[in-house]
């Protein structure tokens, strides 16, 4: 054996005497210049059991989580602007309640919507003027007390305190047979004011808001009490090209009253008197909220 060689075994049996007893002979040999792959598979000095694997480490690196709380912040941030995006989204993608409705009831409620529309201009211009008539007015005293005797004359005509005139329509039903009721005639006043009337007169009973008919005897009909009988003579003030046609509608009034063989002519004019009256009642409970 040459010298090179027994020193070699010397060394290692120094470093065998001064390892503890802990140490497993495989350091040994790293401590003598093994590869240093090894090394991170080896278990730490006092620790028992086999090393850990790769999937053993992630595992351990990823659980329990570790979040700080910029993250956390960030994360409800996110969650909140995701969750506003899902509600924008289906609020778009709902389906309109219009969507479905037929090409009729479109029509109709575009005219509906266009004939409401020039009402309420109407009416904003009418306001416009007369504000801008106490504006320029001299004496808005006088222009006031004009306006007010105005709107009472228009408040009268629909309580039927005073008498009207204008356009419109008479409405003649001959009924000899007394097949005519007071349900009958009930229908024609209600499509009436359906179709714009402002002021409607029965025979010589006014109608108005509370107006009332019953049936009574003798093939009569009571109208707020008074018994009128056939002919039953409607006059009536509005639109005459809006009255008539709503009268003559397929199953409307008119066919209604000719199917229990009854007579019905309807006249349009440009001037019908509207005179008889009702009683200006004053009111027991109700008072102005002005005073």
């Known amino acids: 054996m040459s010298e090179d060689e027994n020193k070699n075994n010397d060394e290692q049996h120094r470093l065998r005497r001064e390892l503890p007893d802990e140490v497993a002979p495989e350091a040994a040999e790293d401590m003598d210049g093994g590869d240093d792959s090894d090394d991170a598979e080896a278990p730490a000095a006092g620790t028992k059991g086999p090393p850990l ?3 053993q480490r992630l595992a351990k690196g990823l659980w ?3 979040v700080s709380r910029a993250q956390l912040i960030v994360a409800v941030l996110l969650f909140v ?5 899902a509600i924008q989204v289906r609020s778009n993608s709902d389906s309109s309640a219009l969507r479905g409705a037929r090409q009729e009831d479109l029509v109709r409620i575009l005219d509906e919507l266009d004939d409401r529309t020039q009402r309420l201009g109407d009416e ?3 306001l416009e003027g007369q504000r801008t008539e106490l504006e320029n007015s001299s004496d808005q005293a006088e222009e006031a007390r004009k306006q007010t005797v105005e709107r009472e004359r228009q408040l009268g005509i629909l309580a ?3 008498a009207a005139q204008g356009p419109g329509i008479t409405l003649t039903i001959s009924d000899k047979k007394g097949a005519v009721q007071a349900d009958m005639l009930l229908d024609a006043i209600q ?3 359906a179709a714009g009337a402002e002021a409607i007169q029965v025979n010589d009973v006014r109608v108005v808001a509370d107006t009332y008919l019953t049936d009574a005897s003798g093939g009569k009909v009571s109208v707020d009490g008074h018994k009128i009988g056939e002919p039953f003579v409607f006059k009536v003030i509005g639109k005459p090209q809006d009255l008539e046609p709503a009268l003559n509608i397929p ?5 209604t009253l000719e199917k229990e063989q009854a007579t019905v002519t309807v006249t349009q004019a440009q001037k019908i008197v509207v005179d008889a009256l009702r009683p200006a009642k004053r009111p027991d409970y109700a008072q102005s909220s002005s005073q």
């Not at 602007?81 to 995006?85: E, M, S």
């Not at 199953?251 to 066919?255: A, I, L, P, S, Y």
């Open 53 to 55: 694997t790769g999937r």
């Open 64 to 66: 329990p989580p570790r």
């Open 81 to 85: 602007l995701g969750l506003g995006l």
């Open 124 to 126: 904003k211009q009418r």
């Open 160 to 162: 039927g305190t005073v």
């Open 191 to 193: 499509e009436l004011r």
């Open 251 to 255: 199953g409307g009034v008119v066919q």
